[in-house]
């Protein structure tokens, strides 16, 4: 199974004066049946992908790396991490 990396970013209104919205939370997805660079439907946890951002990072494609990006490890899912370390 392919997975990819999804942002969940705040809400347009709480990025004040047009700034860049901030990672709220990292999740993981599988890959779109046929795909290898769309995420599924829902998270490992369960959520909606509808409007994450997908980032095009692949854990399996960086083994012994976690499967999120070092600089979002405060914000990365704990129910995804679980499901993606069994």
């Not at 980032?55 to 494609?61: A, I, K, L, N």
Request: charged residues 25%.
């Amino acid at each position: 199974m392919t997975e990819i990396v999804v942002y969940e970013l705040d809400r347009p209104a709480a990025a004040p004066g047009g700034a860049q919205r901030r990672v709220r939370r990292v999740h993981v997805a599988p890959a779109a049946p046929g795909s290898h660079t769309v995420a599924g439907p829902r998270t490992l946890c369960g959520k909606d992908t509808f409007a994450m951002e997908t980032t095009g990072r692949r854990p399996s494609e960086h083994p012994g790396e976690p499967w999120y990006p070092t600089e979002h490890a405060s914000v990365a899912c704990p129910d995804c991490d679980a499901v993606m370390e069994v």
